[in-house]
């Protein structure tokens, strides 16, 4: 069977927006009073291709709430804009090149600029951008930042739990002791009032003193455990923050008519439930213990940068007790392999059925 042929007429962008400039009744179609203006809300795009012999054009909706002479006023209305995006408001011109799916991104823009600056040793000026192109078509596709700083910073994860699971001292040999402090880290970075859990904050030094680590090699090592941490925290800063309601980007929100009214998400089909308070997933989700939370028993013991379970056979040494807001989600006991979290809280759902008859 002979493979279909497609043309693509027409491709659309429809997105939420906020902060755009007001449109004014001079810049919209059809006749408005003085004063009258739309504060837009949502634009949508049309780039419709050439074809039998017409000239590619851009077309533009912009819907938006009422305003007069600045304020708010009553009613949301669409306005339209044709065969941009020459004439149309400066923003609005902006906009529609940004999303020009024919128009090179900015980014290669720039990199064909450079490649063309450093062939001007070896190609005739007049011929150096096509050659630049020829370069540029070679080249691999941009690579996903949030998606490569994800896959490092969960490789740079898997290592730390290798390490910190295991029932290797860290700390005895100066080579073991240096990778523990890149990947895990020696300092306390808990934001709490230091205990003996923590060694009081002083592993670092403590460490420094057994191997003769002097103020220039700790601060080094430092750097280096910073640079770990700042790592993962643009991974997680490069992800797209979603609603915890509906899971669309924050992008497609727009905002309510006053300020106790819920945003509207502008993704989500217009049947009511399309209104609702914007939250963002991680928002949703607790990171902190409670502060109202009565204190706990014991749950594990630590000392030596691992974790055990109250109950499970221990090292000389790893006798600070750590209650339930000590104990990472991911610490796993060395003795039994389970998660130590999930062992207290099995005891604890045990103690309080009491025995069973």
């Known amino acids: 069977m002979a493979e279909p042929t497609r043309t693509p007429y027409a491709h659309k962008i429809r997105y939420g927006i906020t902060g755009a400039p007001i449109l004014t009744e001079d810049e919209m179609d059809g006749s408005h009073a003085p004063g009258v203006g739309l504060k837009p809300v949502l634009i949508q795009l049309v780039y419709s ?50 999303h020009d799916p024919d128009a090179a991104p900015a980014d290669s823009v720039a990199l064909r600029d450079r490649i063309a600056e450093a062939l001007r040793y070896w190609v005739h000026p007049t011929d150096r951008r096509t050659a630049a192109d020829a370069v540029l078509a070679v080249l691999s596709a941009p690579v996903d930042r949030a998606a490569v700083l994800t896959e490092a910073a969960n490789a740079l994860q898997r290592l730390e739990e290798i390490i910190t699971y295991g ?65 993962r925290r643009m991974a997680v800063e490069a ?16 905002e309510g008519e006053d300020p106790v009214s819920p945003g509207r998400c502008t993704t989500c089909p217009e049947d009511g439930n399309e209104w609702h308070d914007y939250q963002t997933a991680a928002a949703a989700q607790p990171t902190q213990p409670r502060q109202d939370e009565t204190p706990r028993q014991p749950v594990a013991y630590s000392g030596k940068g691992r974790t055990f379970c109250v109950a499970c056979p221990r090292p000389n040494g790893e006798d600070i007790p750590l209650t339930i807001n000590d104990v990472y989600p991911w610490d796993l006991c060395p003795s039994c392999g389970r998660h130590v979290v999930d062992v207290a809280r099995a005891a604890a759902e045990a103690q309080q059925d009491g025995p069973q008859s």
């Open 239 to 254: 992800q797209p923050t979603a609603c915890a309601e509906c899971g669309h980007p924050e992008l497609t929100r727009s």
């Open 49 to 98: 291709a050439a074809r039998d012999g017409k000239p590619a054009t851009v077309d533009a909706s912009v819907t938006g709430n009422w305003t007069r002479f600045g304020e708010p006023a009553d009613g949301q209305v669409t306005t339209h804009f044709k065969n941009g995006p020459e004439g149309w408001p400066a923003w609005l011109a902006a906009e529609a090149r940004l």
């Open 167 to 231: 029932s290797r001292d860290w700390g005895s040999h100066r080579s073991d002791a240096w990778l523990y402090g890149v990947l895990v880290g020696w300092d306390c970075e808990r934001d709490h009032e230091h205990d003996q859990a923590c060694e009081n904050g002083l592993a670092m030094l403590n460490l420094a003193a057994r191997h003769n680590w002097g103020e220039s090699t700790v601060a080094r090592l430092r750097r280096s455990r910073a640079a770990v941490n700042s790592l």
